[in-house]
């Protein structure tokens, strides 16, 4: 499939709409804990590598088949989201925020020294299995069980919760249960898009998943409209052309990006989507009123 | 058996003593009132019957068992509904959403459960969105039900917590100051309602209000509390012509 596809499209082209679609699956997760469920996290690139490395060892290493291996690094992800999700029970935005970049931060200090990891040197010739098909078909399964589960009973919960803690008790919502939840769920995604990054590239190495990345992720989901699946996934694809557009502009580009940032922030403080969910466009197109 | 006794209530914050052995029992199917003045208290008793605190003495029991130590998530699926003094909606979801997520208390669909679509979810899904089509003609806001809450006004917003507070099939209601910035017509329109719910959902109701007129007129019994003791509790008649709440509370207000 990718060998027929890059016949007829720009390899360049390719590899940006696979990254566009790793994004997207990294960014949904990241959606799930501080969009939906107002959860600040700022380390989200940290699942990331965990995903990644934890996979790549397992199909170099350990000859592991690359599903098996996928579905590994997201659960090992998904396992220290728990973890990480533990003390949102009692912290609350910048705490929360500050305990989740340490994480990251300690994640990436330990890769630097973890042997087989390869240290600072990082993992070269991992198998380049993720095709246009595995991200792509990837992306509509998250897609589609995103959207189903926020607007299921659980789902709404999790809105509930990001608006108002005290209220969604008196709702009979287990706050502390759903928000840990949230952080496994989001983290098992960003494992995911970890591994499926680190199975295009060949190559990963500690840097890759900085502190910046971990800002990049949030400035998708913040950019598109917190907590809406299109907000995020058009602020994912935003996001992954821009600085690709900025190459002319060579070493202004982290300058025009940030303007650029600022600017759309002004203009729609809320992201481009706002909280756009299905039934604002129900309202809109005029189809809620025979329900 | 009364469907609420408080034994021995009181509750201090730091030095203060913000209610001092407070003793009640509501009978099932009444509207019992709570008055007096700002500052008394009447908002920390909800807030301990409804778990958001755990009182430093006394216990209160619901259906004859002891709900002191339970979060308030766990109250509110025993049956005990409330509204909040200054509305607690959830601002940026829909009106219909906000009373869809006042049932989950009463639901039980997870996760996998929903995210799948499997039978349990789908079952109750469309019992609640029947529910919520009910309540939401119920307090007047069909039409807006795709509108975000905070869009509303403010007696719309009010009549929307009470409509999210019934989601929850409750067997008690608190209602905080439910008339506070509503207009006269507004507060006759509310008095109906209540007193609908009361008969057609067999509710016990328990009111904190500063409005006299309206606590007189819809209360069967009212307790009064001052500087967060109990200086009366009784039928409002007797109320209203009691001495001690009289120099306390009316006086003051007359
Ligand atoms: N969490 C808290 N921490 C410290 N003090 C508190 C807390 N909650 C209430 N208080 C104090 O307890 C007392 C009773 O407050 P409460 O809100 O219960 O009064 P109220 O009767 O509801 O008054 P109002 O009619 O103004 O609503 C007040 O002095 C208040 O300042
Ligand atoms: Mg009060």
């Given amino acids: 499939m990718d060998a027929v596809l890059s016949q007829y499209i720009d390899p360049y082209f390719l590899r940006i709409i696979l990254i566009i679609g790793i994004n997207i699956i990294l960014a949904l997760g990241l959606n799930l804990i501080t969009g939906v469920t107002g959860q600040l996290s700022m380390g989200h690139a940290g699942f990331m590598s965990l995903g990644a490395y934890t996979s790549a060892i397992l199909t170099m290493n350990y000859g592991v088949a690359f599903p098996t291996a996928l579905l590994g690094g997201s659960l090992v992800a998904a396992l220290f989201g728990f973890f990480i999700g533990l003390p949102t029970l009692r912290l609350q935005g910048d705490y929360l925020a500050m305990v989740t970049i340490g994480f990251a931060e300690i994640i990436r200090v330990f890769f630097l020294n973890f042997e087989p990891g390869g240290k600072a040197v990082g993992l070269s010739g991992i198998p380049q299995e993720t095709t246009f098909l595995t991200v792509w078909g990837l992306v509509a399964v998250a897609v589609f069980l995103n959207a189903r589960l926020l607007s299921s009973r659980t789902g709404r919960a999790f809105y509930a919760i990001r608006e108002d803690e005290i209220a969604a008790e008196s709702c009979g919502v287990n706050t502390t249960r759903l928000k840990v939840t949230a952080f496994v769920l989001g983290s098992f995604l960003g494992g995911l898009g970890g591994g499926l990054y680190a199975h295009y590239m060949f190559y990963i190495d500690p840097q890759v998943f900085n502190f910046t990345k971990s800002i990049e992720l949030l400035n998708m989901v913040v950019l598109g409209g917190m907590g809406s699946i299109p907000g995020t996934i058009l602020g994912a694809v935003l996001l992954t052309i821009l600085p690709e557009l900025l190459r002319v502009v060579a070493e202004y580009r982290l300058m025009f990006y940030g303007a650029l940032l600022v600017i759309l922030m002004i203009f729609r403080p809320n992201g481009l989507l706002g909280d756009v969910r299905i039934y604002d466009l129900k309202k809109r197109w005029g189809l809620g009123k025979n329900k | ?254």
């Fill in chain 2, 1 to 254: 058996m009364p469907i609420l006794e408080l034994k021995g209530i009181s509750q201090e914050f730091g030095g203060l003593r913000a209610l001092d052995s407070i003793d009640m029992a509501i009978e099932t199917g009444e509207i019992f009132g709570i008055i007096g003045p700002n500052g008394a208290g009447k908002t920390t008793l909800f807030n301990i019957i409804t778990g958001i605190y755990e009182p430093t003495q006394g216990e209160v029991i619901f259906n004859g068992g002891n709900i002191n130590r339970l979060p308030a998530y766990q109250v509110a699926r025993q049956g005990i509904a409330r509204t909040y003094q200054n509305i607690r909606l959830f601002k940026k979801l829909s009106v219909l959403d906000n009373i869809r997520v006042g049932r989950y208390g009463v639901t039980k669909n997870g996760i996998f459960s929903g995210m799948l679509g499997l039978p349990l979810a789908r079952r109750e899904e469309s019992q609640t969105m029947a529910e919520a089509m009910r309540l939401l003609e119920l307090v007047g806001l069909y039409d807006r039900r795709w509108e975000y809450a905070d869009s509303l006004a403010y007696g719309e917003q009010r009549r929307l917590e009470i409509a999210r507070a019934l989601a929850l099939n409750p067997t008690l209601l608190l209602l905080d100051e439910p008339a506070a910035g509503m207009n006269s017509s507004e507060k006759v329109e509310l008095v109906s309602l209540i007193r609908r719910i009361r008969e057609e959902m067999e509710l016990t109701i328990l009111l904190v209000e500063h409005d006299m007129n309206l606590v007189m007129n819809i209360c069967d019994r009212i307790a009064v509390l001052d500087y967060g003791r109990r200086i009366a509790l009784d039928t409002p008649i007797r109320v209203k012509n009691d001495a001690a709440v009289i120099q306390s509370y009316l006086g003051v207000e007359a």
